[in-house]
């Protein structure tokens, strides 16, 4: 049996899917909430998982939060990367899998709607050269779902969307990444993925590797597996 073609480059999404934040933005949401007299339930956090942290911000103006856009974003971004400081939450099997592609030599980008400090830390922390790219949400004037974000991480790292896996773990982030038109994996945590023919669902990284990548773009491509 023939062995799939590597991906020309594995493009990562952040916040839930190579580390496990979004605990923590449900926990800053809640607070600005409460800050002004307001509630805030699981399903109304998650609904914003995966969503450009400018739109969410709205949504949160919606319901009773009385401050500009710019500020909500930097008081969750604080209020998330104050955590950070102190431990670095990876998701099960995503440094492993992230190694093992490194180690295949094979391209990676962050792609995060996350702002690029906060990104910036989260990089650091990895305990190899984890990325070759980074693409923020402050990088993009379109966020995710639109196909921007992906769009551009292709672009600098000089290799065809078409060619390269995506691992999300929202519907924001998995509709970007389609509309990109990279190979694209979902792994749920927070959010509820649905299932499609245009993309693979992984219960976790753990136990995956870079054959396992190139086996879903093969699929997916429709070439020969």
Do not use: N
Not at 67 to 87: F, G, N, R
Not at 110 to 139: E, H, I, K, Y
């Amino acid at each position: 049996m023939p062995v799939p073609k590597l991906p020309a480059a594995v493009l990562w999404d952040m916040d839930g899917t190579l580390v496990d934040t979004e605990p923590f933005w449900f926990e800053a949401e809640t607070e600005l909430m409460r800050r002004f007299g307001r509630t805030w339930t699981h399903d109304q956090a998650r609904a914003l998982v995966g969503m450009g942290l400018g739109d969410g911000a709205r949504v949160l103006q919606e319901h009773g939060v009385a401050m500009p856009v710019d500020e909500i974003v930097q008081w969750q971004t604080d209020h998330v990367s104050a955590h950070l400081e102190h431990e670095i939450p990876w998701r099960p099997g995503a440094l492993a899998l992230l190694a093992a592609v490194r180690d295949a030599g094979v391209p990676t980008a962050l792609v995060t709607m996350s702002v690029r400090r906060m990104a910036q830390a989260v990089v650091a922390a990895v305990p190899f050269g984890g990325f070759d790219a980074l693409v923020a949400g402050d990088d993009v004037e379109r966020p995710k779902p639109a196909p921007d974000p992906y769009l551009r991480a292709a672009e600098l790292l000089g290799v065809r969307i078409e060619e390269c896996v995506a691992i999300e773990d929202s519907p924001p982030g998995l509709a970007s990444a389609v509309a990109a038109g990279a190979a694209a994996i979902g792994v749920p945590h927070m959010a509820s993925l649905p299932d499609g023919d245009a993309w693979r669902l992984w219960p976790t990284l753990e136990g995956r590797g870079v054959e396992d990548l190139a086996e879903v773009a093969a699929q997916l491509r429709g070439a020969p597996a």
